[in-house]
C-alpha cells in the first residue's frame, strides 16, 4: 500500500496505516475513545481477525484487498449509505455495476464483494469495511459466497485509487445524508438494489426463516417482506438470501 | 411521553376505526398511522433534536400475547418481574435508543456479556442491538447489581423498551 499517496490524496486527514492488525475495528474505536476527529481513517495491510457480524471473520488476505475503518457521524441509515458509497466507488475505479444485498452487502454477479458493518462508539460511529480486489481464490467455505474485482474482471486493480475513490463517494453519501435527511437514500437504495422490491428472498430474523417477497423499506430504513402467508414482516436485521439458494 | 402512554394510544387506534392520530406534548410528538393492508399501526416518532426518530412494528391486534417466553429462565426476565422493576423506584432501567434487535453475547454461543446477579461499573458493555448492521453496544451507566433482564436474547426490541433492571450500589 503506498501510504503517501493515500496521505497526500486526503489533506487534513488523519490517515493510520498498520502493516498488521488483529482489526481495524478495534484501533479506530480505540482512537474515537481517545477523541480522534470524525474522518480519521485506520487502514490496515491485512487483518489477522477482521470482524464480520456477530463475531463473524472477514477474511483479509495481506495486500489483496482494501481493509479500513473510518470514524463517521452517527445515524440509522448510515449502513444503507455506506453500502451505496461503497458501490458508486467501485463503479467508478473498475466500472462494474454492483448489486446491494439489503442492508449493505455489495455483491458482484451475486457474490459478495464488499461487507460493511458499523459500531456505535459513544457519538461516534466506527464504518468497517472490506473490499475484495486482487483476491486470486477464497478458502472454504467462502469460495461460493466470496468474489474479488480481480475474479470478476480478470484485472488486477491498484487498491489506492479504489479507496479513495471509495471515501470520496463515503464523504459525498454522508453530506447528502445530513444535508436533505434519510428519504433520499432510502430512494436511491430502493431503485439500486434488487433486494428492494419484487425480490424472492429467505430471511433469519428473530429466530425464525421467514420466506416472501421483498416491498421496498419502510421509513426507517428496514426491509419489508411479504411473506408467504399474506403477512408484511418488518426485517430489522440481516441475514437476506435469494430463495434458490438460501444460507444463513 | 412515556412508552406506556404511547402503548395506551396504539391500543386506542388498534380498538377502533382510527386511520391515523398524531399527539404532540412539549417537544414529543408522536404519530401512529394505521396500515391498510394488514391493520397494523405503525408508530413514527418525531423526537427531539439528537435523538434518532425510529418507525417501530407492533403486533396486529389479533395476535395472541405469549403466555411466557420458551427462552427465559428462572431468575430472567418475566412481564410480572418486569412490572415490578418498573415500580421500584430503586432500580434504574437500561433502555434501548434505538429499534432493533437484541443480542446478550458478542456471538452466537458465546458467554453473555452480563447475566443477572452480576455487578457491573459503569462502562461494562451489557449487550448489543443491532439494526441494519448497526451494532450498538449498551454500556451501564452507573456501578451496579444486574437485577433482571427484561428481555430474551434473539428478541426484536423498540425504542425506549427496558433491557435491564440495575440496582445502583
Given at each position: 500500500m503506498d501510504v503517501d499517496f493515500v496521505r497526500r490524496r486526503l489533506p487534513g486527514r488523519s490517515v493510520v496505516y498498520l502493516s498488521s492488525t488483529d482489526t481495524t475495528m478495534r484501533e479506530a474505536a480505540e482512537l474515537a475513545a481517545r477523541g480522534a476527529a470524525l474522518g480519521t481513517i485506520v487502514i490496515a495491510g491485512e487483518q489477522t481477525a477482521g470482524q464480520g457480524r456477530h463475531g463473524r471473520s472477514w477474511h483479509s488476505e495481506k495486500e489483496s484487498g482494501l481493509y479500513f475503518s473510518l470514524l463517521l457521524k452517527p445515524d440509522l441509515v448510515l449502513t444503507l449509505a455506506l453500502g451505496l458509497a461503497v458501490s458508486d466507488g467501485i463503479a467508478r475505479v473498475a466500472g462494474t455495476a454492483c448489486d446491494i444485498r439489503w442492508p449493505n452487502d455489495v455483491l458482484l454477479n451475486g457474490r459478495k464483494l464488499a461487507g460493511i458493518l458499523v459500531q456505535l462508539a459513544g457519538s461516534v460511529a466506527v464504518a468497517g469495511i472490506g473490499i475484495n480486489v486482487n483476491h486470486g481464490r477464497f478458502p472454504a467455505p467462502l469460495d461460493g459466497e466470496a468474489t474479488s474485482l480481480l475474479l470478476e474482471t480478470g484485472r488486477a486493480l491498484d487498491r489506492e485509487p479504489l479507496l479513495i475513490a471509495v471515501l470520496e463517494s463515503i464523504a459525498a453519501y454522508c453530506r447528502l445524508l445530513d444535508q436533505t435527511g434519510r428519504q433520499p437514500i432510502l430512494d436511491m437504495f430502493t431503485r439500486h438494489s434488487s433486494y428492494a422490491r419484487g425480490k424472492r428472498v429467505r430471511v433469519q430474523h428473530l429466530g425464525e426463516t421467514i420466506t416472501g417477497t421483498t416491498e421496498g423499506l419502510d421509513p426507517s430504513g428496514f426491509l419489508l417482506v411479504r411473506k408467504d402467508d399474506g403477512a408484511l414482516a418488518t426485517i430489522l436485521a440481516g441475514g437476506v438470501r435469494p430463495e434458490q439458494t438460501a444460507s444463513a | 411521553m412515556t412508552l406506556e402512554e404511547i402503548r395506551e394510544l396504539i391500543k386506542v387506534v388498534t380498538e377502533t376505526a382510527i386511520a391515523e392520530l398524531e399527539v404532540q406534548r412539549g417537544d414529543n410528538r408522536v404519530r401512529i398511522r394505521r396500515v391498510a393492508e394488514n391493520r397494523t399501526p405503525e408508530v413514527i416518532y418525531a423526537a427531539p433534536a439528537g435523538v434518532a426518530p425510529a418507525s417501530i412494528p407492533t403486533p396486529p391486534p389479533t395476535a395472541p400475547a405469549p403466555?411466557?417466553?420458551?427462552?427465559s429462565r428462572a431468575g430472567e426476565a418475566t412481564p410480572e418481574k418486569a412490572a415490578e422493576g418498573l415500580l421500584d423506584p430503586n432500580l434504574t432501567l437500561v433502555k434501548s435508543p434505538i429499534v432493533g434487535t437484541f443480542y446478550e453475547a458478542p456471538a452466537p454461543g458465546a458467554q453473555p456479556f452480563v447475566q443477572v446477579g452480576d455487578t457491573v461499573q459503569p462502562g461494562k458493555v451489557l449487550c448489543i442491538i443491532e439494526s441494519m448492521k448497526l451494532m450498538n453496544e449498551i454500556e451501564a451507566e452507573v456501578a451496579g447489581l444486574i437485577v433482571s433482564k427484561l428481555v430474551v436474547n434473539g428478541q426484536a426490541v423498540e425504542y425506549?423498551?427496558?433491557l435491564f433492571a440495575i440496582k445502583p450500589l
Open positions: - | 403466555a411466557s417466553s420458551p427462552a425506549g423498551e427496558a
